[in-house]
């Protein structure tokens, strides 16, 4: 929509300089932001079958916003438990020391066959703090682990609103602490990290 604007903005700024009438004028009587309702733009999108199922299972209420939060988490877990192909990966579940309330639950998953030394990824998911595990990322933390021949390392997180603010984040930074004390020493034997994150605040930052 903004190029939408800004091309009618050049077609529209010449033709009302030219007929005498300053910028102002044109922009009170002319702007395209007045105008944009009578714009109509025909997008053709194709979708694939698989979207287009998913649309219609979740098209009727009651919507995943109006639900509570235990029953938003069994939605989302419904949904990705679909039956999908699946890159092989070595999953390693432990739990690291550091934690605001103690231990923190993480999952690690290798490429198989990788070398000793890997770089790692330590990939926080999105949903609000609210909603997500491994179970609902495996697919892409997978694909991540096998893409980029690196370990991920996925903090399962204490969830909101069970836990209070901050702990979600105190845990995932413990995380982050022990990835880069242990590099060397244990799992996930990493030279590099990478911070990352979908729908969330986590900017992707390499330590080395």
Request: hydrophobic content about 40%; glycine content about 6%; charged content about 20%.
């Amino acid at each position: 929509m903004q190029y939408a604007i800004q091309a009618l903005d050049e077609i529209l700024i010449p033709n009302s300089i030219e007929n005498g009438e300053s910028d102002k004028a044109h922009h009170r009587h002319f702007s395209p932001r007045n105008q944009i309702k009578d714009i109509k733009i025909s997008v053709d999108i194709q979708l694939e079958p698989e979207a287009h199922e998913f649309i219609k299972a979740t098209a009727n209420p009651p919507y995943l916003f109006d639900l509570g939060p235990d029953k938003r988490r069994a939605a989302v877990d419904e949904i990705q438990s679909d039956p999908v192909s699946m890159l092989p990966v070595e999953i390693e579940d432990r739990t690291i020391p550091g934690g605001p309330d103690g231990p923190v639950s993480v999952r690690i998953l290798r490429p198989q066959n990788a070398p000793a030394l890997l770089p790692a990824i330590v990939y926080f998911h999105g949903a609000g703090w609210v909603f997500g595990n491994a179970h609902t990322h495996d697919q892409l933390i997978r694909e991540l682990a096998v893409g980029a021949q690196a370990a991920v390392v996925f903090p399962n997180y204490s969830l909101s609103p069970e836990a209070q603010y901050l702990t979600a984040i105190q845990e995932s930074y413990a995380v982050v602490k022990w990835v880069e004390e242990n590099r060397i020493l244990s799992s996930p034997r990493c030279n590099d990290v990478v911070l990352g994150s979908v729908h969330g605040r986590s900017s992707f930052t390499e330590y080395r």
